[in-house]
């Protein structure tokens, strides 16, 4: 009777399974196969041997660390800041009575606008050419500082609009996020704590952080993720030659490998993305390890 | 501490426009004597919670005076107040231990006030002492049952040792036998502490059973005060005999003559003093006396065994409710082919309202009509 029921059971899962197989298990497998095989040749899909030359190949490439430098930088800048400027926002907008659904609906537009048309936006906010100043640049040269090319400039200049391009772009979900966490804490917990003369520092840390700390680690490893896999919003600053602008991120460079001007290297391309991998995996270990010991699921 | 409620009134403003606003409590005016339990009776919605939030300080009155002692503290903000509180759903932090739960209003001295963690767990140990949940300290509240909750809830509220302790509904999420057993615990607590208490419930037998005051409200009014005893034997109107008292008050409509009170066409009892006219006449359960030369006539309708005593259940056609509920001891069983009882009534048992007002129509020997 059990076995029956199991028989039956795979039978119910099996076109689900199928999908998965076919699309998931399957392409991970064959990235794995493709990281590991020597002097693969896309033309006779022929490759000279297994071996760990490709790893060795994209680790010592320039470009791939000028990708991992960007990629960690962008990480460790944007999601911090832009978890915790969410949770300001949020608590702000928790804390008005009055045209509350106006601002919450102002602070999530930036999520329902189009990637590229933002970019266009932005070059125009902190672009310099020979003949006009963006805004951003009139702004610095009133209050008698140097303008500076941000989008051609400096590394600096262009990692700084870059950084506050991705804490704009991925801030209207947090802010939404938090503020529905806010919301759903019960207010007579805050009623307890006003009773017994608790200052609202304490009340945030001790009470609110901990209430909603399940969805300020959620967006944590999310926005840990979504950094990490960052690139369209690079393209849309700076274009398609990320290299040449030096401003390239670790999946950019597996698009390149793959289809860029340099492209027609998968086994490159492959190395790169299962380092990604594992990064993104040690990471997210490390992050559920701290959750483990922070955040409270009721 | 002495607690004076001087002319409170709370309106709360309407939710949509310019109307007139919802009365939770009008002109209510109550002097807490220390060191008491008084319990603030009254249904649903009659504004018993209200009340107890603009004495914690978490409502503001719309007009009139709170007093702490001599200290008005009206406009005080509630962490200055120095108040305890259990609510109703006891609001613990689920993600700290009781023992975080118990300490946590001790974080919040400041300056001279501020204690060591020494201090801090001396004080908690003792407060879970007296609750009895020493052996709980380590959980989360979610651990725990619906009466530990409370208890960690009480000792959360009296650690930091508060003027005045109040409780919202403490007993309504208990089951029936823990609320008995804890209703004693309160008492005991609120003895052993001394502190000023006041709860708010809208069972009026736990009402009844351990405070040393009772208020009964209704509609944002204070009804009457007084001890529990006397509000029940003395009810001021209809709607505190009828709320007071289990098997509820036996509601009929009469008519005096003559300083005789009817009820149909019996002759039911004396009633020096009243004036002749129509009358609600409230009998307790236990004012009947089975007798076969009583002047109340009731159809028969079934006898519940109580064990000590028995309830007569019968019929009456002036009666408000389908049933008059009789107590008699049950040496006094009636006989089974009995279908017509008669009952005698005692006097003090017997209380009558005006019918338009509800207000006690007072009635006795020595007593006159006015005018």
């Known amino acids: 009777m059990i076995e029956k029921n199991n028989l039956k059971a795979w039978l119910y899962l099996l076109p689900a399974l199928l999908f998965m197989i076919v699309f998931m298990v399957y392409p991970i497998v064959d990235v794995f196969v493709y990281s590991m095989e020597e002097g693969y040749n896309f033309v006779s899909q022929r490759s000279s041997g297994l071996g760990l030359y490709n790893f060795s190949y994209v680790l010592h490439d320039t470009y791939f660390l000028q990708a991992v430098k960007n990629t960690f930088i962008m990480v460790i800048i944007t999601v911090p800041i832009s978890t915790g400027f969410a949770l300001l926002i949020a608590l702000a907008l928790n804390s008005i009575q009055k045209l509350r659904e106006l601002f919450q609906t102002i602070y999530f537009l930036p999520y329902v606008t189009n990637t590229l048309a933002v970019g266009l936006v932005f070059m125009v906010l902190f672009k310099k050419t020979a003949y006009s100043d963006g805004l951003v640049n009139l702004l610095i040269t009133f209050f008698g500082g140097e303008s500076v090319d941000f989008i051609d400039g400096p590394y600096w200049a262009k990692m700084f609009v870059m950084c506050f391009y991705i804490i704009w772009i991925v801030l209207p979900f947090k802010v939404l996020l938090l503020t529905s966490a806010l919301a759903s804490v019960n207010k007579m917990y805050y009623n307890a704590a006003k009773v017994d003369g608790t200052g609202s520092f304490r009340v945030f840390t001790k009470i609110t952080l901990p209430m909603i700390s399940p969805t300020v680690f959620y967006l944590v490893i999310t926005g840990f993720i979504g950094a990490f896999k960052e690139y369209s919003d690079a393209v849309a600053l700076f274009g398609t030659d990320l290299n040449a602008a030096g401003m390239n991120t670790i999946v950019g460079y597996v698009y390149d490998m793959l289809y860029g001007d340099s492209g027609g290297y998968p086994s490159f391309a492959s190395a790169a993305a299962i380092i990604l991998f594992v990064i993104v995996l040690t990471i997210t270990c490390i992050n559920l390890l701290v959750s483990k010991k922070h955040v409270y699921y009721s | ?371």
Do not use: W
Not at chain 2, 82 to 97: E, I, S
Not at chain 2, 121 to 150: C, F, H, N, T, W
Not at chain 2, 230 to 238: A, C, G, M, T
Not at chain 2, 246 to 259: L, S
């Open chain 2, 1 to 371: 501490m002495k607690v004076v409620l001087d002319g409170l009134t709370k309106i709360f403003p309407p939710r949509i426009g310019k109307g007139k606003g919802v009365t939770a409590v009008k002109d209510f005016t109550f002097v807490i004597p220390d060191g008491t339990l008084v319990a603030l009776l009254g249904p649903s919605g009659c504004g018993k919670s209200t009340m107890l939030n603009m004495i914690c300080g978490l409502e503001k009155p719309t007009e009139g005076k709170i007093f702490f002692g001599n200290d008005d503290v009206t406009d005080l903000p509630s962490e200055l107040r120095g108040v305890g509180m259990v609510f109703q759903n006891y609001a613990l932090y689920p993600h700290m231990t009781v023992y975080n739960n118990i300490i946590f209003p001790l974080g919040n001295l400041k300056g001279e006030e501020k204690l060591t963690k020494e201090q801090m767990k001396e004080k908690a140990d003792k407060v879970a002492s007296l609750v009895q949940i020493e052996e709980l300290m380590a959980r989360k509240p979610g651990e725990l049952s619906g009466g530990q909750q409370q208890r960690v809830a009480i000792a959360r509220a009296l650690v930091k040792t508060p003027r005045l302790l109040l409780m919202d509904e403490p007993l309504s999420n208990l089951d029936a036998r823990l609320r008995l057993q804890t209703r004693e615990e309160i008492r005991r607590i609120q003895r052993e502490t001394g502190v000023t208490t006041i709860f708010v419930t809208h069972d009026q037998e736990e009402a009844m059973s351990i405070s040393d005051v009772i208020v009964v409200m209704k509609d944002g009014e204070l009804h009457q005060c007084g001890k529990p005893q006397e509000v029940y034997d003395d009810p001021s109107n209809l709607f505190v005999a009828k709320f007071l008292g289990t098997p509820a008050i036996n509601i009929f409509e009469g008519r005096v003559e003559k300083e005789k009170l009817m009820i149909g066409d019996d002759t039911v009892l004396d009633v020096q003093g009243a004036r002749d006219g129509a009358v609600i006449v409230g009998i307790r359960p236990e004012g009947f006396i089975y007798d076969k030369d009583g002047g109340l006539k009731c159809a028969l309708d079934r006898v519940e065994v109580m064990g000590r005593d028995i309830s007569i259940v019968s019929k009456n056609p002036a009666c408000e409710a389908p049933v008059v509920r009789s107590i008699i001891d049950s040496d006094e069983r009636p006989a089974d082919d009995v279908t017509t009882v008669s009952f005698k009534l005692r006097p003090n048992k017997v209380h009558l309202f005006e019918p338009e007002t509800g207000a006690r129509i007072r009635f006795g020997k020595g007593r006159r009509i006015d005018g």
